[in-house]
């Protein structure tokens, strides 16, 4: 049996998973305005707590969930898709 030469620790694993998720949210945190070809939307929250997200998506694998306003047909959502070239920034927020 072959020893693992770069043996992966759950901290190592942890911070690449976090990572992912960072990218994935991209730019989104409450107050940001962006907008794609879905719609204009409104970041009001965003969680990275898996089994909230979980929840809130009613997904098992979800690893966060954004809760948005969507301006265009004014209603109040949650989303787990990831930031894509598509998607747009109208208002940044510090």
Request: hydrophobic share 45%; no cysteine.
């Amino acid at each position: 049996m072959a020893a693992n030469l770069n043996p992966a620790t759950d901290a190592d694993m942890n911070e690449a998973l976090r990572q992912v998720v960072a990218g994935q949210i991209g730019p989104r945190k409450p107050g940001v305005v962006y907008d794609n070809a879905d719609g204009i939307f409104e970041v009001l929250e965003v969680t990275t707590d898996r089994d909230q997200a979980r929840r809130i998506l009613k997904r098992r694998a979800a690893q966060f969930a954004i809760v948005v306003h969507d301006r265009t047909a004014d209603t109040v959502g949650a989303i787990g898709t990831a930031w894509t070239g598509s998607d747009r920034v109208l208002k940044a927020v510090a």
